[in-house]
């Protein structure tokens, strides 16, 4: 016993954890938030508090997500590449009869067992076809949202696509009906459900508060409050969505707020994060980056994110330190002094110097994924075609998969690759693309991320040697990936007696 209360007091006074006690720690995770959708990239959206809060704190320039927002939620939960969790494919579909595998032990556990209360509001996107697999049942104390991928913003009703349709609740108090609270535009109740949280929340206990938004994600829907600052947007989809962050950025002031208020702040973590790039049919723009919401181009996998706290020792900096959605984990986890001895081998990295003091960050390698199933991620804009390349079929790894890895300031991509115009600017008419690029690419490309951040140049004949090294790194993943878990729609799926979405198993 002794021994133990020796160790965390030498981890509380050393220089990585400035908190003479366990930080509270806010994650607030947005939804098809585009690169170009934050006033401090230049977007004509204002943020006035997300732009506030980043330039007191860290904001991560060199930040990766996921492409689809099942794979990114559950790196953020586990630490864990998607390989290894059987989630290379898709994002999980409401009726599959699966969820992230319940023998992962998540970052609301870990917390948990550390002496956090755990609190989630929002999407939670990882399966729902059994209790087991619910957030209550996965560390959180607490639960209030909807379970599925999207939903109307008022009514908070999901509707099961195809013959048979059935269009029903989708929002939980635990793992009650919540059925109270039709017409309540869910931006503003998520708000109001977090800050009651934070009100009702007794100091002395560190608290884990996870704030996963709907905003930004269609369907298009905003009070019209929202839209009045917005009326010199000629494009209606993106005047609506312009609203939509001016209430998430709304609503994150107002939970900022809620901690100074209640004495919180001084010793609170709070990041924010995008869950993947902008959805460009949807009002989203992800400007100067190649790509969109689902692709493998640096516009559907770098995020907007930063970290804000009055505990960082190096604040109002910017970090172009590599970073990515499963170094949460362990950084938080760290921390708040817990031990990662209870995962499964982690592909994250603890990053907190890096973020707190500026320090080089551990991490040189980015395994973004290795689907075998992908096939071209289609949009209206598209019209792209992989002209198949032998030159490399003699390394190990097959480039027709779609693939893509970071090591230093290389970029690799291998097979399909999503939508690869640069959409244009919001305010602009047309899109900026090469036809020579947009229709034509080749099945290996490699960039140099660090030199040309637009991916405008495939530099992969003038560096074969790095080519021939990266595609040997992908045989490597691919070697301990677990088989990729993608059932088909459970045709029990449906509503429960309660006319709602939920467990059906």
């Not at 948990?112 to 697999?133: F, I």
């Not at 993106?238 to 010793?267: F, P, S």
């Not at 290795?370 to 490399?392: G, M, N, R």
């Amino acid at each position: 016993m002794a021994l133990q209360l020796i160790v965390v007091a030498l981890f509380f006074s050393s220089p990585g954890v400035l908190a003479a006690q366990q930080p509270h720690i806010v994650f607030i995770l947005a939804d098809d938030f585009g690169w170009n959708d934050v006033g401090y990239h230049g977007s004509e959206i204002r943020t006035p508090n997300l732009d506030q809060l980043s330039a007191k704190g860290v904001r991560l320039e060199n930040y990766y997500v996921q492409p689809i927002c099942t794979p990114s939620r559950s790196q953020l939960m586990t630490g864990r590449y998607q390989i290894h969790t059987g989630l290379q494919h898709s994002i999980i579909h409401e009726c599959q009869p699966y969820c992230l595998p319940l023998d992962e032990k998540l970052l609301p556990q870990l917390l948990k067992e550390t002496g956090y209360a755990t609190h989630m509001v929002g999407k939670w996107h990882l399966g729902m076809y059994k209790k087991e697999c619910l957030p209550t049942r996965r560390g959180f104390d607490t639960y209030f949202g909807y379970l599925a991928g999207h939903e109307d913003y008022y009514s908070h009703i999901w509707c099961l696509p195809g013959q048979g349709k059935h269009c029903v609740l989708d929002l939980r108090d635990g793992e009650e009906v919540a059925s109270n609270y039709s017409e309540v535009y869910s931006t503003e109740l998520f708000a109001q459900k977090t800050i009651s949280i934070i009100e009702n929340h007794k100091s002395t206990q560190p608290i884990f508060l996870y704030v996963a938004l709907q905003s930004v994600h269609a369907p298009l829907q905003v009070p019209e409050r929202y839209l009045t600052p917005y009326k010199f947007i000629t494009d209606n989809n993106r005047r609506v969505y312009a609203g939509m962050v001016a209430a998430m950025d709304e609503t994150v002031g107002d939970i900022t707020v809620a901690l100074k208020q209640h004495g919180l702040w001084d010793n609170t973590i709070l990041v924010f994060s995008t869950d993947n790039g902008g959805q460009i049919i949807n009002g989203g723009s992800n400007w100067p980056l190649r790509g969109n919401k689902g692709g493998m181009w640096e516009g559907g996998v770098r995020g907007v994110g930063f970290v804000t706290s009055p505990l960082l020792q190096s604040p109002g900096t910017i970090s172009r330190e590599l970073i990515h959605i499963s170094d949460w984990l362990p950084t938080l986890v760290g921390v708040a002094g817990g031990s990662i001895s209870g995962t499964k081998l982690l592909d994250g990295f603890n990053v907190w110097d890096t973020i707190s003091k500026g320090d080089s960050s551990p991490r040189e390698e980015l395994l973004h994924n290795i689907d075998p199933l992908a096939h071209e991620y289609s949009t209206p804009q598209c019209d792209d075609e992989v002209v198949h390349d032998d030159s490399w079929v003699d390394f190990g790894f097959d480039v027709s998969i779609q693939a893509a890895i970071r090591f230093s300031k290389w970029k690799l991509l291998t097979g399909p690759k999503g939508c690869s115009a640069w959409h244009s600017r919001p305010d602009q008419s047309t899109s900026e693309s090469s036809p020579s690029f947009k229709r034509h690419l080749k099945t290996v490309m490699l960039f140099d991320i660090e030199n040309d951040p637009r991916e405008t140049k495939d530099v992969s004949a003038q560096h074969p040697d790095v080519v021939k090294d990266l595609l040997m790194r992908l045989k490597f993943h691919q070697d301990s990936a677990v088989p990729i878990n993608f059932p088909h729609d459970d045709p029990k799926c449906k509503p429960g007696p309660d006319e709602a979405w939920g467990p059906w198993a």
